[in-house]
């Protein structure tokens, strides 16, 4: 035997099997490349690297992979850990296989200690590559599966890193695409290096019953092979055990216990059409007694990731309950290998028309990717795998009757961004079979969601909606909208949060301390200036809770050293608003002068941080101000405001006389006003039940002071007995 041929005879039948001699041949060349690429390199096990591509490539083999895909694994670490480039693999084994290699290569160069960020743009690269090319997550799911096989042999923390990235990450990808078996294991693995007590808890109980176990199943297994095939005479009866996560999931996350877990059991009936299934199903019903609320149709209504078949759950004699799942031979095998037994669809291997179904498949990669780009932030791949991938599915229908999937536990909000971002933007409140329902209402299996919409212009998503949305995908696209349309209040917002945090944490920083921290803070977080470090933190582009401990060691660095280390941030010039008024911290903000007090210069002053319209200003006394603001609902939206001394502006305010009745009054008034050069912009009248009449009046002044001087001019006026300031609108 040649040096290395010895590590490639477990593949040699299967290759030949599977391929012509042309590709045989190729793959064969590829192992050689690679021996030669890994020769002298070890893994942590101390056995020869070359056993990794070549596991690699066998697990493809199972999946009825190509031979450019099986080439690839067997080469995909040879531009990474040895001296040979793509343009050598391109060369050797052409374009094909080089862009493949290149793509798994790609997601390999960051560590798995890696920051999030890190990681974020690792997924991101990975889901673009998905994209040109369905074969690369496919060999990364491979190459991942056969590292947490072996991962024993790395160091602890290590290992726990890995496993954890694969529960969140790999597991739900492979999910997501199908491949239920690479799922499967990929969770039972990472669990067993995460929590090995429970892991190991579970086990046991499977095993006390494990004699008890096979005869159960085979008794049900004889059972329903006699009934059914009595109607489906090929009908093929199998028994499965639920993977020890699934099981996992529902005790430790679930709170059950191990016996109330109905669908440990299952038997698994495949037939050739899809009305034999439904025909089973009538058989399997008629022979137990079904659990209410446990049919699932997922023929009619497919899963996302194309998963098709029938579920019940039922009863036995034993008192045991167990599921049925009836599918098609079709849908059996996409339910074990998911998009990778579809794959050759695209390349016209079958029925042009099955394209279709594999760009349905990955149809989710280009939606995250589309909404990822919109909100600018690579982290909400990683949060919308790790949230909106692994929870179990609703079932919904538009009024048309198209089918929506989404998380458990979704809202009529997080539907209406399924459907598109406009829709989302512009809802107003939403109907459940016809009914009237709060914008928290938890959606259930089968209801009909209707979305109402205003098209009122500047109609927009309440911040509170990011408390109640289930979804990341709802919550990424209402922070792209708060980025876009409220600039000016997402920086109020993100000061004011920025700002609380500090005082919490007790950090007292001077002027040039704070000013050094925030141009620390916008480098880090790649922001141009601390307004959009603010407005980033406003619309939620930016966690302050997870960048807190960046900030804390920062604070330390100032207090240690006592003067900032750091270059300051240019300061800007402050931007007074057309209201004359200067918000303490803020440049470029929308302020308005409130209407229920309408306060102008000389008054005592305080902002308010409104939902989409900036900064409300008000008089300190108004009524709708707190007396303590710290004890309002919202400090924090509470903020200090002054007048612009040098600005000089008019202001309107409003003015209410007492006034006798008579023919010359209203004359008096206007000469009065006329008198000091007073402009009026609105006036009316009303008489009272005690023969007396009210007149509000607008006039235009500069500060308090004018606004005195005209009150005591009008006092004196006569057929005048009373002027005081009115906070109402004319």
Not at 288 to 302: A, E
Not at 684 to 692: A, E, I, S, V
Request: proline share 4%.
């Amino acid at each position: 035997m040649t040096d290395g041929s010895v590590y490639y005879e477990p593949l040699e039948k299967s290759v030949r099997e599977a391929f012509s001699p042309e590709d045989a041949a190729r793959v064969r060349d590829a192992f050689f490349f690679a021996y030669e690429a890994h020769n002298g390199q070890l893994r942590r096990s101390g056995e020869a690297y070359i056993i990794h591509p070549v596991a690699v490539a066998k697990i493809l083999l199972d999946f009825g992979m190509d031979a450019p895909s099986v080439i690839a694994a067997l080469l995909h670490d040879v531009v990474e850990d040895t001296p040979v480039t793509a343009e050598d693999v391109k060369k050797r084994f052409g374009a094909d296989v080089a862009l493949l290699v290149e793509g798994v290569t790609k997601l390999g160069k960051v560590p798995l200690q890696s920051r999030e960020e890190q990681q974020a743009e690792n997924l991101r690269k990975l889901l673009l590559a998905m994209c040109e090319d369905i074969r690369v997550i496919i060999i990364k799911l491979a190459d991942r599966l056969h590292n947490m096989r072996t991962l024993s042999f790395v160091p602890e923390q290590k290992r726990r890193d890995t496993a954890r990235e694969t529960i969140e990450i790999y597991a739900p990808i492979a999910h997501r695409l199908g491949i239920r078996p690479v799922k499967e294991e990929l969770e039972d693995l990472a669990i067993s290096y995460l929590d090995p007590v429970a892991y190991a808890e579970i086990e046991r109980n499977l095993e006390e019953q494990g004699t008890q176990r096979k005869e159960f199943l085979d008794a049900i297994k004889a059972r329903i092979g006699e009934r059914v095939r009595a109607y489906v005479p090929d009908a093929v009866i199998e028994g499965r055990i639920k993977s020890v996560h699934g099981i996992y999931r529902k005790m430790y996350m679930q709170g059950k216990t191990f016996e109330q877990i109905y669908d440990i059991y299952a038997v698994r009936i495949i037939v050739n059409t899809v009305s034999d299934c439904y025909n089973c199903l009538g058989v399997i019903h008629d022979m137990y007694n079904p659990l209410q609320g446990r049919f699932k149709d997922y023929i009619s209504t497919p899963k996302p990731n194309m998963y098709q078949s029938l579920h019940t759950t039922l009863i036995g004699r034993e008192g045991i309950p167990f599921e049925v799942q009836i599918r098609t031979h079709e849908m059996h095998k996409t339910a074990e290998y998911g998009i990778a037994a579809h794959w050759k669809y695209k390349l016209g291997v079958k029925d042009p028309s099955d394209a279709n179904r594999i760009e349905k498949g990955i149809g989710w990669v280009r939606h995250l990717l589309e909404a990822q780009s919109e909100s600018g932030q690579a982290a909400d791949l990683l949060d919308t795998i790790k949230n909106d991938f692994v929870s179990d599915e609703v079932f919904v229908f538009t009024p048309k009757g198209d089918v929506v999937c989404l998380p458990a536990g979704a809202t009529v909000i997080d539907f209406a961004y399924s459907i598109h971002s406009a829709v989302g933007n512009k809802m107003v409140g939403a109907k459940v079979d016809k009914r009237i329902v709060p914008l928290d209402y938890r959606l259930k299996n089968g209801e009909i969601v209707e979305v109402l919409t205003s098209q009122q212009p500047g109609k927009g998503p309440s911040r509170d909606w990011l408390k109640i949305v289930a979804t990341n995908e709802a919550r990424t696209k209402i922070r792209t909208w708060f980025k876009k349309e409220r600039r000016e209040e997402n920086i109020a917002e993100g000061r004011a949060e920025y700002e609380r945090e500090l005082r919490r944490n007790n950090f007292s920083l001077t002027e040039s301390q704070s000013e050094a921290l925030l141009a620390v803070l916008c480098e880090k977080q790649k922001q141009p200036s601390a307004d959009d470090f603010f407005a980033a933190l406003g619309y939620g582009g930016i966690v302050l809770s997870k960048i807190m401990p960046q900030i804390r060691d920062e604070y330390n660095k100032l207090i240690a050293a006592g003067q900032p280390a750091q270059p300051k941030l240019a300061k800007k010039a402050k931007t007074v608003s057309s209201e004359g008024v200067v918000v303490e911290g803020i440049d470029n903000c929308l302020v308005k002068l409130s209407r229920c007090c309408k306060p102008i210069p000389g008054d005592e002053i305080v902002g308010f941080i409104t939902r989409g319209h900036g900064v409300s200003v008000h008089k300190r006394d108004c009524p709708n101000v707190p007396k303590v603001l710290a004890a309002a609902p919202e400090p924090e939206r509470w903020i200090r405001v002054f007048w612009n001394s040098e600005e000089r502006q008019s202001f309107f305010a409003s003015l209410l006389l007492t006034c006798l009745s008579g023919s010359t009054v209203m004359n008096d008034i206007f000469t009065a006003l006329n008198s000091i050069h007073v402009a009026v912009s609105a006036i009316n009248t009303r008489d009272t039940k005690d023969g007396r009449m009210l007149v509000n009046v607008s006039v235009e002044v500069s500060s308090v002071e004018h606004l005195r001087s005209v009150i005591a001019k009008l006092a004196k006026t006569p057929g005048v007995t009373n002027v005081e300031r009115s906070g109402s609108d004319i």
